[in-house]
T-cell receptor, first 115, second 112 residues
Framework: GQQLNQSPQSMFIQEGEDVSMNCTSS?????WLWYKQDPGEGPVLLIA?????ELTSNGRLTAQFGITRKDSFLNISASIPSDVGIYFC???????????????FGGGTRLMVKP | DAGITQSPRHKVTETGTPVTLRCHQT?????MYWYRQDPGHGLRLIHY???????DKGEVSDGYSVSRSKTEDFLLTLESATSSQTSVYFC???????????FGDGTRLSIL
């Protein structure tokens, strides 16, 4: 089963608000990835992080690879309606123990628009 | 996206029938993966391939088999479909070396 704890599970946003979500693990990862999934589509890569402490931006999105290598967060600034969707974190363990380059996924954060 | 095509995109079939889903890539990536996505379970790995004719089991492999006879194609077969295999199935590809996986648009499979 999943080994990554992703929170929050869901949240409502109002246009213009900043959003923050995070993932934690009991294991160390060499790579952290953040994906977004829109309805009826597959997950799309947003940001990839390869080094502990790394802070990377992609437009209004910023993600960080935690110093302990056991966590990562994703921030979205000034949210817009098209930010709605499900965001997944994924971690990739040390290559020596992961010959198949497999990923471990978080359970997802569902972003919805406040009515 | 990312040169991945899944077919069919939707399928409805009956319990006990065989079903084969196809994933085709144009990126020449070494690794290919099959996942299923269900509410409350997120993405779970079924099988993966690390080269032509080289495959291994994932987390939820029971009831599924795979084949990879050439680099670009990875087939997922349900030998005798059951209602518990109703799900959305995603194929992903990766080049290895800790590079990210990229996903297809999925196949929605309903087994009645």
């Amino acid at each position: 089963g999943q080994q990554l704890n992703q929170s929050p599970q869901s949240m409502f946003i109002q246009e213009g608000e900043d959003v923050s979500m995070n993932c934690t693990s009991s294991s160390i990862f060499n790579t952290w990835l953040w994906y977004k999934q829109d309805p009826g589509e597959g997950p799309v890569l947003l940001i990839a992080l390869y080094k502990a402490g790394e802070l990377t931006s992609n437009g209004r999105l910023t993600a960080q690879f935690g110093i302990t290598r056991k966590d990562s967060f994703l921030n979205i600034s000034a949210s817009i309606p098209s930010d709605v969707g499900i965001y997944f974190c994924a971690g990739q363990p040390d290559g020596a123990n992961n010959a198949g380059n497999m990923l471990t996924f978080g359970g997802g954060t569902r972003l919805m628009v406040k009515p | 996206d990312a040169g991945i095509t899944q077919s069919p995109r939707h399928k409805v079939t009956e319990t006990g029938t065989p079903v084969t889903l196809r994933c085709h890539q144009t990126e020449n990536h070494r690794y290919m993966y099959w996942y299923r996505q269900d509410p409350g379970h997120g993405l779970r790995l079924i099988h993966y391939s690390y080269g032509v004719k080289d495959t291994d089991k994932g987390e939820v492999s029971d009831g599924y088999s795979v084949s990879r006879s050439k680099t670009e194609d990875f087939l997922l077969t349900l030998e005798s479909a059951t209602s518990s295999q109703t799900s959305v199935y995603f194929c992903a590809i990766g080049s290895g070396d800790n590079q990210p996986q990229h996903f297809g648009d999925g196949t929605r499979l309903s087994i009645l």
